[in-house]
């Protein structure tokens, strides 16, 4: 699969990336954004400049429903989490998509998701954890979803959890519960446990972002597209799964860097054992 590193315009971009998703995608598509780097749109103000970027993710992006983050991690912090009010930490683009496009946003508290067409993460129970084989990635992995890095840089992407927690090879991490109130479009309050696979407090734990970006792209896996400041990459969302787990399989360690992998290995060695909350907090 050829990689695109374009010297001509934009419209040749959105050609390219228009045909992948008709050819690969399923019905939804993930989004990471981040529109200083997106495609390049005119705009008087803020909200225009906003709408014209939803305006062209849209248009690249059909006939897929399209999905954002809209995280939140107040609730970490002993606040309520109000699923219709609480906005998006994650960028102005996902906040003015939850707030103006979307139709949806699921009631999962710190890491909820917004989008268009219906939910297909409904039905919450009152133990959530984000990354497990109920999540919205496990939907997306079994339904052809799609990711695409609009403007973000690749380190942003969240589904390196969801296939942490799916491997049962994750050692590095481990689980903190934490216990809250959710505020749901019903206005009904509901008392939720959630369970989060968390860095060791205390702990230099860092990926090793360049590596596995560039992996994928030579697996043609990923495809990047790059012009001056743009940057989109798209890529199916099984096909990174199934890749990473091959991976995890036989490197427990494949995702981090070699400092962060020389600390775990030490401190393996020394508990014989994945890590726990205890060990560090």
């Known amino acids: 699969m050829e990689q ?15 045909k992948y998703i008709l050819l690969n995608g399923g019905s939804h598509i993930l989004v990471h954004s981040d529109v200083l780097f997106g495609l390049k749109v005119k705009f008087e103000n803020q909200e225009q400049y906003l709408e014209e970027h939803c ?8 006939p897929l429903d399209i ?7 107040d609730f970490c ?5 109000n ?21 949806w946003r699921t009631s999962i508290p710190v890491f909820n998701f917004s989008g268009t ?13 984000p990354f497990d084989n109920s999540s919205l990635f496990s939907f997306l992995n079994n339904n052809k979803g799609m990711l695409m890095h609009y403007g973000s840089g690749f380190h942003t992407t969240t589904l390196i959890h969801y296939v942490e927690r799916i491997s049962n090879k994750l050692i ?3 689980n903190k519960e934490f216990i809250g109130n959710v505020i749901e479009l019903n206005k009904q309050r509901k008392e939720i446990k959630l369970v989060y696979h968390v860095r060791p407090m205390g702990f230099s734990l860092d990926y090793d972002w360049d590596k596995l970006e560039q992996d994928l792209i030579n697996e043609n896996i990923l495809l990047k597209f790059k012009k001056g400041r743009t940057q989109i990459m798209i890529a199916r969302i099984d096909k990174i799964v199934e890749f990473w787990l091959s ?35």
């Open 247 to 281: 991976k995890l399989k036989f490197d427990s360690f494949y995702f981090i860097n070699s400092n962060t992998r020389k600390l775990v290995e030490q401190k393996y060695k020394e508990f014989k054992r994945p890590f726990l909350l205890n060990d560090f907090e």
């Open 77 to 81: 912090q002993g606040k309520t989490f």
């Open 172 to 174: 590095y991490r481990y």
């Open 67 to 73: 999905i954002m983050p809209s995280f939140n991690y």
């Open 55 to 62: 305006l062209e993710l849209m248009e690249i992006c059909k």
């Open 4 to 18: 695109f590193k374009y010297e001509n315009n934009m419209l040749q971009i959105k050609k390219d990336i228009e």
């Open 117 to 129: 067409g219906s939910n297909p993460i409904s039905n919450v129970e009152n133990t959530i954890d």
């Open 83 to 103: 699923v219709e009010t609480d906005e998006s930490q994650v960028g102005t683009l996902s906040e003015y998509f939850r707030k103006n496009i979307s139709t």
